[in-house]
């Protein structure tokens, strides 16, 4: 039997085709049982301010890249979403002298840019790329920064970007954000057509999908043009490239850092609740995660907000 209808956009597959009492569930979690939501391979944690939530995030760079040896590189996976963890990133490297020459760095995702068939240039408004030279590595000492080799962004032509993640260097974490459409990158849920038109895409076929370019389901481009755009919903291109779970599923860690800024009340609690209980559906993709060894949430707790009723 065919499920029901999304809510948001009925030619595609989202949360909002899940059952009803599963999407209740979530919204009655409470913050303390939220947290009580951690089990052995997922882990959840809370900060009371953003500036230790944000610091918290740039130590993972830190941590990650102080692994790194030329016999054993090692290298993180960093989001766009949130952002404001990459100056801090560059401040710290700087101010501890951290070595990179070893280090590597892989970006998430970037637009795409249909008319070339390419990837967005680094002069678009909203180039990813861009973003992470600007705000990270271009702050950091020449003498200390990693050499542009290591740093790894998603092209249109995806072949050099997924054999990076086979040539010898560790992932010791990929980091994320959750978008309104509870993905991680750009993994979103699929639309509702040909052999997916009555269900989505079992977990084990979604868990195929490599490096890829994807088409964006149409809240995910509300949310870019509400979080980077100022609203201006035409700017922001309909498809991009996004690292995919065989990528992710070669990071020894995944984290996931909810600021509250990208997506709702509900949204931050759901995911959890699907991976703590392991209920894997690619409609939400996230909750693929409850398959990985070794996942974090981190929650801003002035983020988390409420599921109650409030007119405004």
């Known amino acids: 039997m065919s ?58 760079y830190i941590d990650a890249w102080r692994r790194s040896t030329p016999d054993n590189p090692v290298g993180i996976c960093g989001p766009i979403g949130p952002t404001e963890q990459l ?21 998430m995702d970037e ?20 973003a992470d030279r600007e705000m990270c590595f271009n702050r950091i000492d020449k003498k200390l920064r990693p050499p542009d080799a290591n740093l790894h962004f998603p092209k249109g032509d995806t072949a050099a970007y997924r054999a990076s993640w086979d040539a010898g260097v560790r992932c010791a974490v990929m980091q994320g954000g ?23 895409p079992s977990p084990a076929e979604y868990r195929k999908l490599t490096t890829r370019v994807v088409d964006l389901h149409p809240l995910t481009l509300a949310q870019n043009a509400r979080t980077s755009g100022g609203g201006n919903i035409t700017l922001v291109p309909a498809k991009a490239i996004t690292v995919g779970p065989v990528e992710t599923w070669k990071a020894d860690k995944v984290s996931i850092w909810h600021a509250g800024m990208h997506d709702n009340p509900l949204g931050q609690r ?43």
């Not at 919204?27 to 009371?48: H, K, M, V």
């Not at 991976?275 to 939400?284: E, F, L």
């Open 111 to 130: 637009w795409f840019d249909t008319a070339t068939e390419r990837e967005v240039p680094v002069t678009h408004p909203l180039s990813f790329e861009r």
């Open 87 to 107: 100056p801090l990133v560059a401040r710290l490297v700087n101010s501890l002298g951290l070595q990179l020459g070893s280090a590597h760095f892989w970006g």
């Open 270 to 312: 759901l995911t959890a609740l699907m991976i703590s209980k392991g209920i894997v559906d690619s409609s939400v993709p996230m909750s693929l995660l409850a398959d990985h060894p070794n996942v974090q949430f981190h929650y801003f707790r002035g983020g988390l907000g409420t599921c109650a009723i409030e007119m405004h």
């Open 3 to 60: 499920r029901k209808l999304s809510a948001i956009a009925p030619d595609w597959w989202d949360y909002t085709t899940l059952d009803s009492s599963l999407i209740a569930d979530a919204a009655a979690l409470t913050p303390e049982r939220l947290r009580r939501l951690a089990r052995p391979g997922f882990q959840i944690s809370f900060y009371d301010t953003l500036e230790d939530f944000y610091l918290a995030e740039a130590l993972e």
């Open 178 to 200: 959750q978008g309104d459409i509870k993905h991680w990158a750009f993994n979103d849920p699929l639309p509702r057509r040909g052999k997916w038109k009555h269900q989505p």
